[in-house]
């Protein structure tokens, strides 16, 4: 973890190097005091000293008034709430209104009508322009074909040259990033050499009728210790109706290389299918894991799941809603369990849903007014806050507030946060993507570690 701490000071005189005040010594007169104006100063301290040791025999000292404790008032009012209660504080609290909390205001609504399960996910939209554009291959199965990533390509060029870039600028002019910004060179993540690893890229993990989704492996060639190799998961940001799996492929190969299993995994944007479909194929290609963990000598106890942005909504979900059978869904190898034992946000929406994805759009009403209920199923921070508790979170630059407010008022979870100081997309560009790396393995080899001790690194 890095942490760093600033100084403050109200008097401006007491800072590092700030003048001292003139001093001059004053004439011989005013050093002579009269005998007599000393010997009353003594007889004033002597009598204030007599009087404390008697009101201290008598039981009589003065003692401090005794002030409530506000933050710790603050919690045990928050923990006698039940959880609708709980939920409604959130919404409502300054503190976690200050991390950008996003979620729907519960007070003027009933009881959850989504406890036995959610409708049927169906597409954002039926206009032509939404649709997904998918290919039969020679398995009689539908894929998104390549040309699809290759179509998005101008959109992430588009979001490294008038955001990523002019944002990093910002931060080096401000010190907020110490790094030299003209010696700084820029690009979408290179796919690094894979020569040192088992590669395996787009194997079908879940097919629903004739549409197959796809999961890239990345394995070290590296024999795995006796538990096998911990597995680091990848769901790509991309505001939940866009983005492509092939973003994150240069990251899963650099943290392979560093003695993971890294697994990238393609799920259904809500052009195609809205909320849950994308949590239904997280969890499916956890069961994947399990199913194929022999084979690919994959260290079932240790799965972590992580995504930037949208994706790190998703990731958070497939983690917060464990052991929830309305989030295993649709999707095949249903006799293994999609429990996983932590999350990563990179940057990640976990306190933020999407008006889009859960139903909204196209002139429908908002669902964070309309179905504030469905609305906030889709938020992982929802999930936390309900069930007290959840699987270890590390947030990556974004959620020093939540990690805070969760940290204050949930029980049963660990939560950490990395200072990590490039701009939103860090994972998926040059030079920032090995520096997230580096500094990820620096905090996983700790034994500050939310994992301390169970990666097998």
Not at 186 to 198: E, K, S, W
């Amino acid at each position: 973890m890095i942490v760093q701490f600033t100084v403050k000071t109200r008097n401006p005189l007491l800072k590092l190097g700030a003048p001292r005040r003139n001093t001059t010594l004053p004439d011989q007169s005013t050093l002579e005091r009269p005998l007599l104006q000393m010997l009353k100063g003594k007889l004033i301290c002597t009598a204030l000293a007599v009087l404390c040791l008697v009101g201290m025999a008598q039981g009589q000292e003065a003692k401090p008034e005794n002030k409530p404790d506000v933050e710790e008032e603050s919690v045990k009012h928050f923990m006698a709430l039940s959880a609708k209660e709980k939920l409604i504080f959130a919404v409502q609290d300054k503190e976690l209104l200050a991390s950008r909390a996003q979620m729907a205001d519960l007070s003027g609504a009933g009881d959850n009508p989504y406890l036995k399960g959610f409708p049927a996910p169906r597409p954002y939209s039926t206009h032509p322009n939404y649709a997904t554009k998918l290919k039969t291959r020679t398995d009689g199965l539908s894929y998104k074909p390549r040309s699809v990533y290759e179509e998005q390509l101008p959109g992430l060029q588009g979001f490294l040259a008038n955001n990523f870039i002019p944002n990093v600028k910002k931060y080096c002019e401000s010190g907020d990033l110490t790094a030299d910004f003209n010696t700084l060179k820029f690009a979408i993540a290179a796919r690094p050499n894979t020569d040192d690893l088992n590669v395996q890229e787009d194997i079908p993990y879940n097919v629903l009728g004739k549409r197959a989704l796809v999961l890239d492996l990345y394995l070290p060639k590296a024999p795995p210790n006796s538990e096998g190799y911990p597995v680091l998961m990848f769901f790509h940001g991309g505001g939940w109706l866009g983005g492509h799996h092939y973003s994150n492929r240069a990251v899963a190969i650099s943290m392979a290389k560093q003695g993971f299993a890294t697994i990238v995994v393609e799920y259904r944007l809500g052009k195609e299918a809205i909320f849950p479909a994308a949590v239904w194929d997280g969890k499916a290609a956890v069961r994947w894991v399990r199913k194929h963990a022999e084979k690919y000598h994959l260290d079932t106890n240790m799965i972590l799941v992580s995504g930037g942005s949208a994706g790190g909504n998703i990731a958070g979900l497939v983690g917060m809603t464990k052991g929830d059978p309305r989030f295993e869904g649709d999707g095949n190898h249903k006799e293994f369990s999609s429990d996983v034992h932590g999350v990563i946000a990179y940057d990640g929406a976990v306190h933020q849903g999407s008006s889009g994805w859960t139903g909204g759009g196209e002139g429908r009403p908002k669902p964070v007014e309309a179905d504030p209920w469905f609305y906030n199923e889709a938020i992982p921070l929802f999930h936390i806050i309900h069930k007290d508790g959840g699987v270890p979170i590390l947030f990556v630059k974004g959620g020093r507030p939540l990690h805070l407010w969760i940290q204050k008022y949930i029980n049963n979870i660990q939560v950490d946060w990395l200072d990590h100081r490039w701009v939103h997309g860090f994972e998926v560009f040059d030079p920032s993507k090995d520096i997230l790396v580096e500094q990820l393995m620096e905090y996983f080899k700790s034994d500050q570690s939310l994992w301390a001790g169970k990666l097998n690194l």
